[in-house]
């Protein structure tokens, strides 16, 4: 082989390799997602669990009693996964139709969600069955990405029994601060906290909301340098650092750890939402009592969680995966839900079989929640956001910097 | 000069060189046939090797370096934007914030996973009663799972763990080990350190077990001093192995990932964020892959040339002289 034909062999086979790794690199932009022919529609959503399974499956059989042609198989990874592997799932061959997204994860999922208003109108949905303020996070650029399933105001859960050890009245369906930190700090002592904080920003930011303020504004723009935003960060933060009712958490800790300090005992109130009243009542010993989060005032302002069904844009037969999703949010569907599974449904007029089996007090509060709401409203980089107050919500609890320094680094870091 | 003209026949220089008027004489090979080589049979044999090099180290190398120099969400099409990626990189203050603290913990976990690697190696090659089952006991955090030992480490640091308890028997208040910005990278190196240096004490045995028995009976003899011994025969002896160890050691450290994740998130603040961590976070949790393809390459560079200079340094300490 003379060294021309080696040099020219050489080029050929760096070209090739050049190709090749281009390739590979744009072999993420394909699309097309399909019904199957026998009209069987594929839902890509979180199965961390049987459990999981089992609720996307009786979403799926209660939706079928309406519709005994409706026919939808489940696929999808862990909840914590599902948010990554989504997206590329929907690049891949042979994409789902419908997706499930949280109002929360809304914003993130933008450019997978199809816009649903047109069908909206074409299917005379009548929206204000549904709660405004879940359709509220469910919008994005002005148009409804998922139709929602359940509306769960964060609440303040707390053991009964305690309040009355220490001599306290169980708050009812108003709950001020002053109040609140009073008996934070009568219910603490030695190992016992009055509360159980978990890290990241989704209940700082439902502690905010109760006052009234986002971190982010009215356009959907990242603004947690807000003065009020901050002082309400500052006045959380201060739970631990200054009236000492709780533990700070550390920043790999998962809800778990939180969760486990109030139903073991070791702290008489947990921020959270009202999905999980089921396994606490199951876990907990001790008279469980469920209030609204609370306020300067004292009044309920909800910040609701919740999460809904979407139909992918690259999806063939959006018709048929709209009326699949109308099929599974009827309101018999969401009653047998709330009662089997413990949803706060997404239509208030179901919302009365989620409260059937639990305390009057919790029913009143999560009424009282959700008669006054706003959405958990985030922006698409929030994830950024969650991670970076995760790593910085640390020092804040430890009093070693202010929430103004946080929320500055953070909003820096994100850059918006 | 000899030039081989075909298996077998060597011819001196003298003997083919043109003269200096004459043009290059060619000297054929025998009529009809070409030369054989061993070329198939060399390719038969690498190419599952090559194949595997080209296809999961050349290709994904060359792909991250074409997304580098994109905006690239894990859907949705791609925007060519140069070297923005890059642009933006040596701009962001966390870039500068997690290269310092990766190569804090390169350095400090090396040379401490080093020290006692060789110290447990050398103690194991005493008259050590059960030395095997030590050697086990010491390869196993090597050989568990990561995650699952990063847990438990996790449970023992929190501020009401195994640890702070234990403390509290002595009416010691034990500080806050991952929250803490002051302990929270030390914590990570101590249980980096503690899952992998049982590798180490393998390998430097193997090499203590090199070493010929006559060469220390023989400085025994003359009388040398223990610290002696290991000073001027040991370690000289045993340095091709502390070389081995001391790179692979390197590189690995620089990828940490696992350890931060799992006990601190990177915080307490970015106090434990590392570059791997922080590149995973920017590709799969913020939907930038076109930026943590940038990161990639700067980490790729930065271990290469730490590389390159320990192999460059090897000269002055690697004895490999039997």
């Known amino acids: 082989m003379t060294r021309n034909n080696r040099r020219r062999r050489a080029a050929t086979l760096g070209t090739a390799v050049l190709m090749a790794g281009a390739m590979t690199a744009l072999a993420g932009c394909s699309s097309g997602g399909s019904a199957a022919a026998d009209g069987t529609l594929s839902m890509y959503t979180w199965v961390s669990s049987q459990s999981d399974r089992d609720q996307w499956e009786s979403f799926v059989s209660l939706a079928q009693k309406e519709d005994p042609d409706l026919k939808i198989t489940i696929d999808g990874p862990n909840f914590n996964d599902y948010w990554t592997k989504v997206k590329t799932r929907l690049s891949g061959s042979n994409p789902p139709c419908i997706l499930t997204t949280q109002a929360a994860r809304a914003q993130e999922l933008e450019g997978l969600l199809l816009p649903l208003d047109d069908l909206i109108k074409s299917n005379d949905v009548d929206t204000s069955d549904y709660d405004a303020s879940m359709l509220d996070g469910m919008t994005v650029d002005g148009t409804i990405r998922a139709i929602p399933y359940d509306a769960e105001p964060i609440v303040l859960f707390y053991n009964a029994d305690a309040f009355t050890a220490a001599g306290l009245t169980p708050p009812g369906a108003t709950y001020t601060r002053e109040q609140f930190i009073s008996d934070a700090k009568a219910l603490t002592s030695g190992d016992k906290k009055g509360l159980a904080i978990a890290p990241g920003i989704s209940i700082p930011t439902a502690w905010a909301t109760a006052d009234g303020y986002s971190g982010v504004d009215e356009d959907g723009t990242l603004d947690l340098t807000n003065s009020d935003f901050v002082d309400e960060i500052q006045s959380f933060f201060d739970l631990v650092s200054v009236d000492q009712v709780a533990n700070a958490p550390e920043a790999a800790d998962s809800s778990d750890v939180s969760q486990a300090a109030f139903t073991s005992g070791d702290a008489a109130m947990l921020l959270e939402g009202p999905w999980m009243y089921g396994t606490f009542d199951e876990a907990a010993d001790f008279t469980m009592g469920v209030t609204i989060v609370p306020s300067t005032s004292g009044e309920a302002h909800g910040m609701t969680q919740g999460s809904g069904f979407g139909i992918a844009k690259n999806c063939s037969d959006p018709d048929a995966a709209f009326k699949a999703i109308l099929a599974m949010t009827t309101t018999p569907v969401l009653e047998a839900q709330a009662q089997s599974r413990g949803i706060v449904p997404s239509r208030p007029e179901a919302v009365p079989a989620w409260a059937e089996g639990k305390s009057p007090e919790a029913a009143a509060a999560v009424d009282a929640l959700l008669e006054n709401a706003s959405a958990y409203i985030t922006t698409p980089t929030w994830n950024q956001v969650e991670t970076l107050m995760s790593q910085y919500g640390v020092e804040g609890y430890r009093g070693e910097k202010t929430a103004d320094e946080i929320m500055d680094t953070i909003q820096n870091s994100v850059g918006e | ?322």
Not at chain 2, 19 to 31: E, F, L, N, S
Not at chain 2, 77 to 102: M, Q, R
Not at chain 2, 299 to 312: E, K, N, R, S
């Open chain 2, 1 to 322: 000069m000899a030039i081989s003209t075909s298996p077998g026949v060597i011819a001196s220089s003298e003997a083919v060189a043109p003269a200096a008027d004459q043009p290059a004489v060619r000297i054929p090979t025998p009529a009809g046939k070409k030369k054989k080589g061993d070329g198939l049979t060399a390719l038969a044999y690498l190419a599952p090797g090559f194949t595997g090099f080209v296809f999961f180290i050349v290709v994904p190398l060359i792909g991250s370096l074409v997304i580098s120099l994109f905006e690239w969400p894990l859907f949705g099409s791609p925007t060519f934007i140069g070297f923005a990626n890059y642009e933006k990189l040596f701009g962001d203050p966390t870039f500068y914030t997690v290269l310092l603290n990766t190569v804090i913990f390169a350095f400090v976990y090396t040379a401490v996973n080093l020290a006692l690697a060789l110290g447990v190696s050398l103690w194991l090659t005493t008259k050590l009663k059960f030395s095997g089952f030590w050697r086990v006991i010491f390869f196993l955090p090597a050989i568990t799972p990561m995650v699952a030992n990063a847990l438990i480490w996790r449970l023992m640091l929190s501020q009401d763990g195994l640890l702070n308890s234990l403390l509290g028997t002595f009416g010691i208040e034990g500080a806050s080990w991952l929250s803490d910005s002051r302990f929270a990278l030390l914590a990570v190196i101590t249980m980096s350190v503690w899952q992998s240096f049982g590798y180490n004490v393998i390998v430097l045995s193997a090499g203590l077990g090199g070493i010929p028995k006559e060469i220390l009976e023989a400085s025994r003899v003359d009388g040398t001093s223990a610290w002696n011994r290991l000073r001027f025969i040991i370690l000289p002896m045993i340095s091709p192995s502390l070389f081995f160890t001391m790179t692979m050691t390197m590189i690995g450290a620089f990828q940490v990932f696992v350890q931060p994740q799992i006990l601190t998130q990177g915080g307490p603040g970015e106090s434990t964020n590392t570059f791997v961590l922080y590149l995973y976070r920017n590709g799969f949790v913020f939907d930038k892959l076109g930026y943590a393809s940038a990161l990639a390459w700067i980490l790729f560079i930065v271990v290469m040339l730490i590389t390159a200079l320990q192999f460059a340094g090897q000269k002055k300490w690697v004895n490999y002289d039997k």
